[in-house]
């Protein structure tokens, strides 16, 4: 009778699984970026041309979302802001016409605050996506908790994909949803812009 060694290694299991999350960890939230940015762009100019000062009006929760997000992560990987404006009213006060900004600096020669400037500039992505689930928490709390049941097991079918945006529709309030729609749109709109950082080595 043999006996299987349970401290055997699959390693092409143990690659795919490397390569799936760093898949999840760093291609995708690019991809969703750039994908973001490109909507964003085309949204805001449009709103633009409407009224000029929409952008602020619409996309100023976004926007303070998105700054924080990077506030954060400069604390995270030990980099010094030097100067933060969470909103903008007065778009003619920046050369960009930005909404907000983020001035940080780090100790040059140091690896962690060297890695936190591709963290720093991703992070509105992740500070968004906890804003909406926040959110859907508050205000859809059954599609919050399938929501969650879905990410502990994903199944990437159609079957078990589409009770995350049906159950939103059926099981929670007209009011709710309509200030739930309203608030993620302004996250989204405000919140998904690719800015140049402002960076001091």
């Not at 401290?7 to 991809?31: E, K, V």
């Not at 506030?71 to 009213?89: E, G, P, Y």
Request: glycine content about 6%.
């Amino acid at each position: 009778m043999s006996l299987s060694n349970p401290l055997t290694i699959d390693w092409q299991q143990l690659l795919l699984a490397i390569m799936r999350n760093c898949t999840l960890l760093i291609l995708m939230p690019l991809g969703f970026a750039a994908l973001l940015t490109v909507i964003n762009r085309s949204t805001k100019t449009r709103l633009a041309r409407w009224w000029p000062r929409s952008q602020i009006v619409i996309g100023g929760l976004g926007t303070i979302i998105h700054e924080l997000s990077h506030a954060l992560f400069c604390f995270i990987f030990n980099h010094q802001i030097t100067d933060m404006q969470l909103l903008n009213r007065n778009l003619n006060d920046s050369n960009d016409h930005s909404l907000g900004h983020v001035e940080h600096r780090y100790r040059s020669g140091r690896l962690w605050p060297i890695i936190g400037n591709f963290w720093i500039g991703l992070a509105p992505i992740f500070g968004c996506s906890a804003a909406i689930l926040g959110l859907t928490w508050l205000l859809a709390r059954n599609t919050f908790q399938t929501w969650l049941t879905f990410a502990e097991e994903p199944i990437w079918q159609w079957q078990a994909v589409k009770p995350l945006f049906s159950q939103l529709l059926t099981t929670t309030k007209p009011s709710l949803l309509l200030i739930w729609l309203i608030l993620c749109g302004m996250i989204a709109i405000g919140g998904s812009t690719y800015r140049k950082p402002i960076i001091e080595g």
